[in-house]
DNA sequence: TGCCTGATGTTCT
DNA sequence: GAACATCAGGCAC
């Protein structure tokens, strides 16, 4: 991993959350290519009541405790995936929640995935990972490597980023580690 | 426009 | 056996 790289994503999953926001994902599928960019995430360290890895290390939350860079899918609500960027030093169970994407290209494959158009394409984290054709295949996919791929843009301006408390949880409500990028149309509703 | 509810399976208590 | 980091469709207003 580029010595940058793995700087930025070791660092507390907060800020982690705040800096991977205008990141690209490089999608590649079936000889097609899709480019999203990243608008809203939300943060989950391991101290955090609302985080998988709070009670520690299971089966189903152990790649939140492996290296930063990989990723942490999960299935919730029966019918449903979510995916994370893996943060922190290995052994430190953090996580970035993926909330929000914008599509950049290849919006005929996310379309076909997610067999609709328009802003509720990839507005919310079970609806990118349908558009982006993540399952639980992908969990512990290295993000350095295809057919999923990282792309860390330089950190954007404060004054283009909000950020406000979690939502669709249940636990530490009240911790500011939701970001997203101001005035964008694929950034959740709820 | 906004609230309510059903769908559905894995994980943990 | 209950909770769950969700979504889409239906209904009332």
Redesign the pocket.
Known sequence: MPTDLHKILTEPAPQVARRLLGSLLVRELNGHTAVVKIVET?A?EQTDL???SY?GK????KVMFGPAGHLYVY??????Y?C?VVTGPTGHGA?V?VRGVEPIDGMELLQHNRHMKGA?LTN????LCQALAIDKQLNGHNLLKAPLQLVVEPALSDEDIVQTTRI????AIDEPWRFYLKNNQFV?K?
């Open positions: 939300e989950y609302a985080s998988h009670r299971t089966e189903r939350t299935f919730t609500y029966g019918m449903h979510c994370n996580a929640l509720s919310g984290p079970a609806k669709g949880i249940t636990q959740s709820m």
